[in-house]
């Protein structure tokens, strides 16, 4: 795992030489999504993942009851990274590769590419991120789930998009504050040092609900 100005190297299985990489499968409607969790929780490191804007030929109802627009996904294997990285931009080059492999196998919708900063790595559309969206705040200690919503507030004023928090840590959140300031800085990058600042290992999935036309962000600790 890695850490804020850090790298911490994890003691994972390393392929021999020789030896055919471990085969991976997720079925999901956002299989890629599910790939990113799944290769998190070996990693030990964060990998957040953002929905496109889905159109409606990129989902399809649920069921019967209590429908929902889903995105019509599927089975998706994949070769297991190699977990013996050290550092965000090595786990980013092995996530470009899972992200490669995804487009071609037709197991979802969704084009993507795939970036890093020195403490997460981020799984993002490819056509623009909205949380590539520069946003201003006032220096201020906030609780760590207000400094959120006040970011997502930000980019909502900046791109007329809707999203909210949906899912966090609630006791951790309400009782951790954070000092955070920003000048015209991307929202991600303010995100990534405001879960940093809280001393804990945090990581997020941001979803579009295709049919409110609203991202909802749901946040967790790095398993």
């Not at 911490?8 to 021999?16: F, G, N, T, Y």
């Not at 799944?38 to 399809?60: F, K, N």
Request: proline share 7%.
């Amino acid at each position: 795992m890695w850490r804020t100005g850090q790298i911490c190297v994890v003691s994972l299985l390393v392929v021999p030489a020789g030896q055919a990489p471990e085969r991976l499968s997720v079925n999901d409607p956002r299989p890629l999504s599910a790939a990113v969790s799944l290769v998190e929780r070996r990693c030990h490191c964060a990998i957040t993942y953002e929905d496109p804007l889905w159109t409606s030929d990129d989902v399809a109802l649920s069921g019967p009851h209590w429908p929902a627009m889903i995105p019509k996904g599927g089975l998706f294997t994949f070769d297991a990274p190699d977990l013996a990285v050290t550092t965000p931009a090595q786990m980013a080059a092995a996530m470009a590769q899972v992200v490669r492999v995804f487009e071609q196998s037709g197991s979802g919708r969704g084009a993507f590419r795939v970036t890093n900063d020195t403490i997460a790595v981020h799984v993002v559309p490819r056509a623009g991120s909205i949380l590539d969206t520069p946003v201003t705040i006032p220096l201020a200690t906030r609780r760590l789930d207000d400094v959120v919503t006040v970011v997502l507030a930000a980019v909502e004023r900046g791109t007329g998009q809707k999203l909210e928090l949906a899912t966090f840590p609630t006791n951790f959140f309400f009782q951790h504050r954070v000092e955070i300031e920003a000048k015209q800085e991307a929202a991600r990058e303010v995100l990534v040092r405001a879960l940093a600042a809280s001393g804990r290992a945090l990581s997020w999935s941001l979803f579009f609900d295709a049919r409110m036309r609203q991202y909802y962000l749901n946040t967790h600790f790095v398993p």
